[in-house]
């Protein structure tokens, strides 16, 4: 029996490669731009200067948020349905 | 029809596969997961320097304190000492000459080496990536520190040299 999903998938192959590539970049795009935070935070406490400090806490958190709202859009696998 | 493969197989047969090739094997999805997890981490870390600098700030240094006598410490030399605080900070104390003193924290402003001073250059170093700082300002003159080195008053009474916080 065949599915909407399932033709879906057959009609584009690709569409599960190109948003799980797409995720994972973006992810690791956030991911950069938090260690980069976290560096500068660091440096930055040593000199006391608190509002740096609250501001990229502030960035870092919002790019987590961001992170786990995007894994809502992973795709679910490819079920291996195909009829012996 | 068959059943889908991954629903036969239960979960705990997937975290302890046969084949060594499935139990190395980290899937995108996986990947995408752990990426998310480092970055919860990432914005903890992050969240936690602002806790840490707000709930507990670093308090100044309260008093005089008292560190050794004058005739101790020759002209061009320098003399080591620690302030228990909330953390112990090791200091170094320099005489100048000409009634010039300075204290300095000992701790070099890029990674933490122990500066020391060199009279016969007049300036104080670190030994570790050749920093030089100005032993009367504590400014950088030359090399990667990127901060002057906090500096104490030194304070002379009666022979006893004293140090405390500076402009208080
Ligand atoms: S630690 Fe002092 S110059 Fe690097």
Redesign the interface.
């Known amino acids: 029996?065949s599915d909407f999903r399932q033709s879906q998938n057959e009609a584009h192959p690709n569409k599960t490669n190109i948003l799980?590539t797409g995720?994972?970049l973006l992810?690791?795009l956030?991911?950069t731009i938090?260690?980069w935070?976290?560096f500068g935070?660091?440096?930055n406490?040593?000199?006391?200067n608190?509002n740096f400090?609250?501001t990229?806490?502030v960035g870092?958190?919002a790019?987590?948020f961001a992170?786990?709202w995007?894994?809502r859009y992973?795709p679910e696998?490819i079920?291996?349905?195909k009829?012996? | 029809m068959s059943k889908d493969n991954r629903e036969e197989i239960p979960q705990w047969k997937q975290d302890f596969p046969i084949q060594q090739k499935e139990a190395t094997h980290v899937s995108r999805r996986e990947f995408a997961k752990f990426l998310t997890l480092l970055s919860g981490a990432l914005a903890v870390g992050n969240t936690a320097i602002v806790v840490k600098s707000l709930a507990f700030p670093e308090k100044p240094l309260v008093g005089e304190h008292p560190i050794c006598l004058e005739s101790e410490v020759a002209e061009g030399e320098s003399f080591q000492f620690e302030i228990q605080g909330s953390k112990t900070i090791p200091y170094l104390l320099i005489n100048l000459g000409e009634g010039e003193w300075r204290a300095f924290e000992q701790k070099c402003t890029h990674l933490s080496c122990a500066v020391k001073y060199r009279h016969d250059i007049g300036q104080i170093e670190c030994p570790c990536h050749k920093g030089y700082f100005n032993p009367r300002t504590g400014n950088v003159i030359q090399g990667p520190p990127p901060r002057p080195l906090p500096q104490l008053e030194v304070v002379i009474r009666e022979g006893q040299v004293f140090v405390k916080a500076q402009n208080t």
């Open positions: 029996m799980l995720i994972i992810l690791i956030f991911v938090q260690i935070f976290l935070a660091l440096n406490a040593l000199q006391e608190l400090a609250i990229t806490a870092s958190l790019f987590a992170s786990f995007l894994l992973l696998p079920k291996n349905s009829k012996k």
